[in-house]
């Protein structure tokens, strides 16, 4: 069965860093590409970040410069560098493996999710 | 602001069919992007539910659908069931002055009366 798990999440202040992890299991983790998502309360997904299986990596433009997407894959994590952190950063933040779903890829399993607050 | 625009709200009885619009542009869905759904129920992570266009993982039951047309994707859900209560979102991808970007829209929820 796979499984993503993270942790990391907590409350923060505006300016302030936070790194994310994920633990990922029942898959072979080199062999997948994967993200970030994130979700305000009571609003839509967000993507946030990818790493590709040779470790390429990309960004939409709100995060880019801010946030680094990493990989272990001998301990099969995923990570998220955050910094200079913004309130409007507040979310729950998902690890989401991707997979090739007709002729690109979708998120194929996902993580339970962790907070970042982001307050002063 | 979503790249990618749902109605916020659509609701039905039980055994009803109920139909969610994804419309994007000539950048993401008009640019022959697949479109992907997921369900997220209350409290939960979201749930692949419809990949390219109009297929569903296996497990997905039957009264899914996905189509696609143009710069729009719909969702319908035939039968409604009251498991069906959810937050539905598209996503596609985007070709921005920064590459090409996951794009989700703005989420529907259905409410089943």
């Known amino acids: 069965e796979v499984q993503l798990v993270e942790s990391g999440g907590g409350l923060v202040q505006p300016g302030g860093s936070l790194r994310l992890s994920c633990v990922a299991s029942g898959f072979s983790f080199s062999s997948y590409g994967m993200h970030w998502v994130r979700q305000p309360t009571g609003k839509a997904l967000e993507w946030v970040a990818a790493i590709g299986t040779t470790g390429d990596t990309y960004y939409p433009g709100s995060v880019k410069g801010r946030f680094t997407i990493s990989r272990e894959n001998a301990k099969s994590s995923l990570y998220l560098q955050m910094n200079s952190l913004r309130v409007g950063d507040t979310a729950v933040y998902y690890c989401a493996r991707v997979s090739p779903c007709g002729s690109y890829h979708c998120f194929d399993s996902w993580g339970q999710g962790t907070l970042v607050t982001v307050s002063s | 602001q979503s790249v990618l625009t749902q109605p916020p709200s659509v609701s039905g009885a039980p055994g009803q069919r109920v139909t969610i619009s994804c419309t994007g542009s000539s950048s993401n869905i008009g640019a022959g992007f697949d479109v992907h759904w997921y369900q997220q129920l209350p409290g939960t992570a979201p749930k692949l539910l419809i990949y390219?266009?109009?297929n569903r993982p296996s497990g997905v039951p039957d009264r899914f659908s996905g189509s696609k047309s143009g710069t729009s994707a719909s969702l319908a859900i035939t039968g409604l069931q009251a498991e069906d209560e959810a937050n539905y979102y598209c996503?596609?991808?985007?070709?921005?002055?920064?590459?090409?970007?996951?794009?989700f829209g703005g989420g529907t929820k259905v409410t089943v009366l």
């Open positions: 996503q596609s991808y985007d070709n921005s002055l920064s590459g090409l970007d996951w794009v």
């Open positions: 390219g266009n109009n």
